[in-house]
């Protein structure tokens, strides 16, 4: 593995235990019946769709860092599919958590675009990964 990928897997394993926290708050929310999230349906739903999409693209991202190394592709284009893919964990969470932060939200504000760009930047990212692989 090149130390680019590397650093990127070290600064995305760092991670880990922010997802840790995410998954301890969400359960006490639920025993403890916080206010604003067992009563509100959308803020509960896109909470729970944000815990779970930052652990498996965490380790989507991790695999995917073994992958890119393997590529033909010039060191710019590496570097960019590298960042495109670990974006994905970053921004698609921060959309599904930031657009509903207050408890009485009961729908996303324009934060939600965050999961739209981090969505374009595994489908970029993954794309130039596999063609790389090609």
Known sequence: ???????VAGVVLITVPTIVFGGV???TFLMRDVPGYR???????LWRAGHAHAGVLV???LVAMLYVDQTS?????RTLTRVLIV?????????????VARPGDTRPNKLIWLTVAGGAGLAV??????????
């Open 25 to 27: 708050s969400l359960l």
């Open 59 to 61: 380790l989507f991202a």
């Open 125 to 134: 990212g993954t794309l130039t990964l596999g063609v790389g692989l090609l």
């Open 1 to 7: 593995m090149s130390t680019m990928s590397l650093t």
């Open 87 to 99: 974006a994905a964990p970053i921004l698609m969470p921060l959309g599904f958590f930031l657009s």
């Open 73 to 77: 592709l010039p060191e710019g284009v």
């Open 39 to 45: 009563d509100n349906p959308v803020r509960r739903g």
